[in-house]
């Protein structure tokens, strides 16, 4: 049984910085798609970006990119993501998911892509 568990979230001032950890027990694989989500409050949840075949390809949203590097640590089964340049709209409550049916990350934006999620870690930014 996989099992996702994430860490890192907290409250920062605007143009700050954290780095959210997804810490994977169970057995995954190279062809096991990575992905970050976040969830505002009376919003929908939304992809933010996704990591594939250990670093082979990594995805972005727009609203984050050049901003936000996600990248994995295969020795110690963790994803990371590096937030830059923190936002108030980067306010939300955030996911880490994984593709455990070994689709790859084509379709990485897509929530129903995921069926391993973790409880999330927030993430507050103040202006």
């Known amino acids: 049984q996989v099992k996702l568990v994430e860490s890192g979230g907290g409250s920062v001032q605007a143009g700050g910085s954290l780095r959210l950890s997804c810490e994977v027990t169970?057995?995954?694989?190279?062809?096991?798609?990575m992905g970050w989500f976040r969830q505002a409050p009376g919003k929908e949840r939304e992809g933010v970006g996704a990591?594939?075949?250990?670093?082979?390809?990594?995805y972005y949203a727009d609203s984050v990119k050049g901003r936000f590097t996600i990248s994995q640590d295969n020795a110690k089964k963790t994803v990371y993501l590096e937030m830059n340049g923190l936002k108030p709209e980067d306010t939300a409550m955030y996911y880490c998911a994984a593709d455990l049916w070994g689709r790859g990350c084509a379709n990485w934006l897509e929530t129903g892509e995921y069926n391993a999620w973790g409880q999330g870690t927030q993430v507050t930014v103040s202006s």
């Open positions: 169970g057995l995954i694989y190279k062809s096991t798609c």
């Open positions: 990591i594939y075949g250990g670093g082979v390809g990594t």
